[in-house]
């Protein structure tokens, strides 16, 4: 104890010279050179005194040297941190690593508050003896210099040791980031940054010299944890990762492993590779996933793969600049996400999700079990084969359900907000052998923008709807009406017919075919053996020479070929209305079929005239040297009266049986 106290007293007497000034470089203010020594490390290092490559390969290194008037000593500082320690090393030459009498002294000055003042209240030292005494800590006190921690109260925290080899001494010190001692302690965190300067003590604790020699203290910035290369997580494995974690690598996460991120920043290096995080084989165990708000920030895309039964519990997590995040469920793995940005979730599998309060991008649907979304909002939402949605108070800019069926009705389907929707109700769907159709439903969820996509498809009709995209495939067919469509693509055998509807953009190709009657749009690609059949209505009329109404006459019209293209009988007032073919295009060019030839025939009566039909046109026929007989005319009337009595009667009996 003796020895102890005689040591102390000459360190504290060391530590008033060093208050008074009477060193140069310790100057009330002073700059700090630029020069930061900061890493990561995995591997906690055993303070032994022995600095090996194995403990502190990870560590930043600098050379230094304090040169005295008769020697000089050359050294390297080694600087690590972990989430709680903050390690420090030095190597220095000296062929004396001394004894009880003859002892040397490795020590470490701090700018606590990195305001390059100093020394102030509370600034802490750190001292490693060659001697077989406990590890001092001291701070900076106005009055006495530089006392231990332990005189005024505090505590001592941490630990050091000391080796030498007859060429050098080795120091190793661990000292915790924050003690929660913040009156005689420094108080760091990571991505803090603390200036120091180095001190070395020979042969009876007499100074040597300080390093840096200037008037400018380096400085130890806290590190971010870093890992090189893929990171692997086996067995019953868990890790907790909070604050900032960088990352040159992947993530694996196997067997009955768990990795956490709370409250979290994780960047993957160098910016812009490709990286993931996978949870995979499971081996009997379930590999884990939790996200609790985290930031992950790649500069690129980064994909979360989740297979066998692998799970996630994802809430606030957010990409940082340029990240896009994307999230693939496979095989029987489940998902829960609550307040997070994705740019895209796909389901494969028998995999499910339960998606709440969260913006994506592009959600992609072909697991059965499928994802229930709540308060989201996303750009696409597109579900495959016989996959499952449901939508709550969700909005979704565009809505695109592939299907193959045998049946589907569809109805006025537009943009609007849905209390209640449900795909297979509201379309009557039926599916045959080998069909497929998703089963989607909508409580209270606006939709956008609707993409319907059919394949092989028999029986479909489409009335007085609006729709971004439809897609016909396989041999599907397909009819509308009153419709109006952005986007029209047919392909394979495929076949739509058209009737007073519109498509702003139509791409065909293989063998398909487009029918249209009354119908507008805007070819943008045909290619192959696809066709447009473009069809107008001609409404003709027919009259005698008196210019009365011809009832019964026989019309048709022919292509400038001669092919008949349509033909009908004339109304009680002589009118019918014929639908003729105009053009037909092709991959290569537009063929129009007139000019037309209209022809009416009544008895032996009969002409004929001309017409361009290019759109919906009227046409006149006058049959010269016929007039009407006025019983004819008589007849023809009560005919068709009769005709719509008795159809009226015949509505009303059915409307009484069914009364009855």
Known sequence: ????????????????????????????????????????????????GDIGDDEWGAAAKIGFNIITSSMVYNGTMYVM?????????????????????????????????????????????????????????????????????????????GCAAAIGNGTYNFFEIKHPLDSHDDVHDFSLKIGDTVGFCVAYADNNGTIRGFWPLDNAWHDIKIATPFWQGDLVLSNNDVLVISGEFDINGSIVVTENATLILRDALMRFTPTGSYRTITLTNPAGGNPRLILENAIIDAGSLITILLYG??????????????????????????????GSEFVGLMLYGSSSMNLWHSDVGAVHVYSPEGITINDSSMLDLVAYYNSTVNAHNSAITRLTIHSSTRQTLISEL??????????????????????????????????????????????????????????????????????????????????????????DEVHLSGSSLIWSVNSTGNVAQISSQAAI????????????????????????????????TA??????????????????????????QGPHTVSAVYGPYENSTTVNVSGNRQVTVILSGFMVPEVFIMLTTMTMLATATSTALLSKSKNSKKKR
Not at 110 to 138: A, Q
Not at 316 to 334: N, R
Not at 419 to 447: D, F, K, M, Q
Request: charged share 15%; with cysteine.
């Open 1 to 48: 104890m003796k020895k102890k106290a005689h040591i102390l007293s000459v360190l504290l007497l060391l530590a008033v010279v060093i208050q008074m000034g009477s060193m140069s470089h310790l100057s009330s203010v002073m700059a700090h050179s630029g020069v930061i020594l900061s890493a990561w490390t995995w591997n906690q290092p055993t303070i032994d």
């Open 81 to 157: 941190n972990d989430y709680n320690n903050l390690y420090l090393a030095a190597k220095i030459t000296d062929d004396d690593f001394g004894n009880e009498t003859m002892w040397d002294v490795f020590a470490i000055f701090f700018d606590n508050d990195h305001d390059h003042v100093i020394p102030e209240f509370g600034d802490d030292g750190l001292f490693c003896f060659t001697v077989d005494i406990p590890f001092d800590h001291f701070f900076y006190n106005d009055t006495v210099g530089w006392p231990s921690d332990s005189a005024y109260g505090g505590l001592e925290d």
């Open 309 to 338: 039964n692998s799970t996630a519990q994802i809430n606030q997590l957010d990409a940082a600049g340029a990240t896009w995040l994307w999230l693939e469920l496979h095989d029987f793995s489940f998902a829960n996400v609550d």
């Open 414 to 503: 537009k943009p609007s907000t849905f209390s209640y929707w449900n795909h297979l109700e509201n379309c009557s769907v039926i599916l045959e052998g080998g069909g497929y159709a998703p089963n989607v439903t909508l409580r209270n969820t606006e939709v956008g923008n609707w993409t319907l996509c059919f394949e092989n498809s028999q029986h479909t009709i489409i009335y007085y709807s609006k729709l971004l995209k439809l897609t016909l495939y396989g041999s599907s067919k397909a009819t509308v009406y009153d419709t109006h469509v952005c986007e029209l693509w047919l392909s394979g055998f495929s076949r739509l017919n058209a009737t007073t509807s519109r498509a």
């Open 533 to 564: 059949y473009v069809n107008w209505y001609l409404d003709v009329y027919v009259k005698d020479s008196l210019g009365q109404d011809v009832p019964n006459a026989n019309v048709t019209v022919k292509c400038a070929d001669g092919t008949l």
């Open 567 to 592: 033909k009908g009988k004339t109304n009680m007032f002589g009118w019918v209305k014929l639908t003729v073919l105009a053009s037909i295009i092709n991959a290569t060019g537009e063929f129009p």
